[in-house]
């Protein structure tokens, strides 16, 4: 099951590799595509788990497109950036 969720603050790969590394656990889920440019997430997997998907980007401060506005935006903007950064440090390590 192919499952593309749009979401917002995803700036660069260390924000790939965050979300990945966020998405792993999820269990079903066979692999994680993550299209900075279009801001999206596209998962297989072989059940439905796009609830608990939403969930984990929203609290890694990548919420879906349009489930945030105003004030709350800003909040998500910060963890994004922050989630980012740790990201880039990751890739550094890491190679």
Known sequence: MQTRIEVENIGCQGCVTTIKQKLAPVGG??????????????IESDAD???????????AGYPERGSKAGLA??????KS???????????????
Request: negative net charge; aromatic residues 2%; glycine residues 8%.
């Open 29 to 42: 889920i066979t692999s994680v595509e993550v299209d900075v440019a279009m801001q999206t997430v596209t």
């Open 49 to 59: 788990v796009r609830a608990d998907v939403v969930k984990i980007l929203d609290g």
């Open 73 to 78: 935006a800003l909040g998500d903007k910060a």
């Open 81 to 95: 950036f922050v989630s980012c950064a740790l990201g880039r440090v990751d890739n550094a390590r890491n190679g």
